[in-house]
Structure formats: C-alpha cells, structure tokens
C-alpha cells in the first residue's frame, strides 16, 4: 500500500496569505495524484487532478505540483471560502486506491 | 448538472446487512465508472469499492472483499453497495462517486454525492 502523509497537520493564515500544502508518497506515484477540498457536513470536491491539472470551475489561485513521491498544493491568496480540509489521493497503484490523512486549513 | 443522490444508509446491528443506493442524473451514467469511498465520523476518507462502466470489472478495498458487493443498473441510472456481516468499524458516511474519466476508470473522483450515513451499533 501506498502511504500518503501530508503536512502541515492544521496550518493557521489568514486571508490574503499564500498556502503551502504538502503530500509526500511512501513510492513514486508519477503524476497521478489529486487535491480534494471538503467542507465541514459537505462532500469533497476535486481541485486538482494528476498533480498540476485544475478540476473544472476551479478557481486560478489554487495550483498544484510535483511529481514522485513530493507533492504541493499552493493557493496563492487565501480567500474566506478556502478554509477546510485538504486531502490529497493517489491512482498509481490502482484499485489500491489511498488518501493522505487530511491537512486542515484554519483561519489564523 | 450532475447530481448522484445516496440513499439507504441508517442504524443497523452488528452482522446485519444493508443495500446502499446512489441515483445518477446529468451525464451519461452507463460510459463512467462509479466508486464509493466512505469517511468514518470524525476520520478520513477510505475508497471502497468500484465498478467499471458496463458492470464486468469490479475492485474492492482488502477490508471489504467477501462482504461488501458493488453492482449497477444503466437502465435506471442507479449505482448500489450491498453491505454484509456489518462490523462497527464499518460505521462511516458512504459517498458515491462518479470517475473522471470515459470509458476506463481513472480513479480520480470529479462528482460526489451528498453521502449516507451508516452506524453499526448494538
């Protein structure tokens, strides 16, 4: 199995700041990782799907890179809807599919 | 626009069994994989199960196989997880999810439903 650990755990800005996520892969991945968003009592949603490519109506401030085992989400200016949990997912080793433990972003 | 409404979740004792249902509107359900990916309370999320777009190929989590079966009905655009020999730690929200991609699945999830919450509690 392939462990996604994600970091910062909870990462404290405020609006207006930029936001740094990390996802690092136990084993490379490739390019076939993607970032969700969820809400609290909401489905996720995909942001971000094979590392750098943005889900439809994704907004330009979220961005995303990497490739192998390191990964990041960026937003480039926080704004007051951005703050929720991030997962991060990868497809490599299909059907043995698996999430990062979450990085919660909160309003500092 | 795309809607994937979950039903059928609710209380149930351990060893029991429950049929879980996922209705599809606004895409063309029969060219695209369906998963379900589950999120025990508090916890995060853990894919379960899914199912190729004509139904033949089905994949499952280890924790699931031999008690858990995905299954789906094109004609009535309908997506299902039949969940047996319930354990408490199969408590979570059930999320059907639609795949990104036409044809073979992806494994990337674009479209989630609302989720139905399933407790296992004597």
């Known amino acids: 199995e392939i462990v996604l650990t994600q970091s910062p755990a909870t990462l404290s800005l405020s609006p207006g700041e930029r936001a740094t996520l990390s996802c690092r892969a136990s084993?490379?991945?490739?390019?076939?990782l993607a970032w969700y968003q969820q809400k609290p009592g909401q489905a996720p949603r995909l942001l971000i799907y094979d590392a750098s490519n943005r889900a439809t109506g994704i907004p330009a401030r979220f961005s995303g890179s990497g490739s192998g085992t390191d990964f990041t989400l960026t937003i480039s200016s926080l704004e007051p809807e951005d703050f929720a949990v991030y997962y991060c997912?990868?497809?490599?080793?299909?059907?043995?599919?698996?999430f990062g433990q979450g990085t919660r972003l909160e309003i500092k | 626009q795309v809607q994937l409404v979950e039903s059928g979740g609710g209380v149930v004792q351990p060893g029991r069994s429950l049929r879980l249902s996922c209705a599809a509107s606004?895409?063309?359900?029969?060219?695209?994989?369906m998963h379900w990916v589950r999120q025990a309370p508090g916890k995060g999320l853990e894919w379960v199960a899914v199912?190729?777009?004509?139904?033949?190929?089905?994949y499952y989590t280890d924790s699931v196989k031999g008690r858990f079966t995905i299954s789906r009905d094109n004609s009535k655009n309908t997506l299902y997880l039949q969940v047996n020999s319930l354990r408490a730690e199969d408590t979570a929200v059930y999320y059907c999810a639609k795949d990104m991609s036409i044809g073979a699945a992806a494994y990337h999830f674009d479209y989630w439903g609302q989720g139905t919450l399933v407790t296992v509690s004597s």
């Open positions: 606004g895409f063309t359900f029969s060219r695209y994989g």
């Open positions: 997912q990868q497809r490599s080793n299909w059907p043995l599919i698996t």
């Open positions: 199912i190729a777009s004509d139904g033949r190929d089905k």
């Open positions: 084993q490379s991945v490739s390019s076939y």
